[in-house]
């Protein structure tokens, strides 16, 4: 039987209640910017490895937590678990980007997708989750994640990484219907694969949407947040997870926020283009926020990094329902020294 969690921040900050200080976690805490990431990485040989080892993703998930007071641990994977179960082909090369070897293009290779076994096509994910919790042995909550469907479908009609998502945005446009087909098959495969976390351990789940910040407005509702609401749905009305929050978290998306709220999720993630006061205004205490300093912040000086860890708690207020976080994943490059002084100062500040 697993421990009593010993600090519920997170969990109640995402139910909007009150907390003894903000929370903060990180998004891609577990990273290149520490160095005993970077050493476990040498030793698994390459990414993918670190992945589908549930052993030294549960290293990596735990490295951030033992060296910082965060308030939550996230599940060291990649968004790409799925595409890659489907059979495209992933590869994953240092300063080249994830490539898939058999990209989605046609109806054809859009039928020709399987349906995943979650318990058999990602065990490696589930097991790591086991693990997880119970090497953290209640200190503090897991999330899980998964990418979003329109996110996914980017990378498996382009290939890889792109700019202008012309193949996946030319579908759109010219087939609606194979796109509907195959964020469907998609979405079916994120609500599992979530799911499959949840009961496996993580406490929290989250999706990235860091894609839907591309589309216009009209095919951002239609074909991103139409299959995200879909997903809170589904994981709403089952027994299983109906307790388990939810995050929404859409790169470029302040357009968007009171639809997104809409969808019944409990956290909704803010980049830093977002004003989190005007954020809180335009949603209320619908839902949780979370977010939302610029990366390139710890960069600079300490003293710059507390200043704007203090701005941004100031403008979010009193209410509660703030997670603080950074507006997308820390760069490599980022001294760890700077992230303990984030995570002191929120929780400092945010005490007094």
Known sequence: MLPALKNDRLLRALKRQPVD??????????????????AARARAGDFLTLCKTPELACEVTLQPIRRFPLDAAIL???????????????????????????????????????????????????DAVKLIRRELNGEVPLIGFAGSPWTLMTYMVEGGSSKDFSRAK????????????????????????????????????????????????????????????????????????????????????????????DTGCDGLGLDWTVSISEAWQRVGDRVALQGNMDPSVLYASADKVVAEVSRIMREFGNSPGHIFNLGHGIHPGIDPEKVGVLVDTVHKESSR
Request: charged share 20%; proline share 6%.
């Open 76 to 126: 060291f994977s990649d968004i790409l678990t799925i595409p890659d179960a489907m059979g495209l082909g992933l590869s994953l090369n240092e300063g080249v980007g994830p490539k898939f070897a058999n990209p989605v293009r046609t109806p054809a290779d859009i039928a020709a997708l399987p349906e995943l076994d979650i318990d058999k096509d990602l065990s490696y994910v589930t």
């Open 21 to 38: 200080c903000t929370p903060v976690w990180i998004m891609r805490q577990a990273g290149r910017y520490l160095p005993e990431y970077r």
């Open 170 to 261: 030319s579908i759109l446009y010219d087939d609606p219907a194979s796109a509907h087909t195959l964020l469907q098959k998609v979405t079916a495969a994120v609500t599992g694969y979530l799911k499959a976390q949840a009961d496996a351990g993580a406490q929290a789940l989250m999706v990235f949407d860091t894609w839907g910040g591309s589309l216009s407005s009209a095919a951002y509702q239609e074909f991103s947040l139409a299959y995200m609401q879909k997903i809170v749905a589904a994981l709403k009305a089952d027994f299983t997870t109906k307790d388990i929050p939810i995050t929404l978290f859409t790169k470029g998306g302040g357009n968007w926020l009171e639809t997104i709220a």
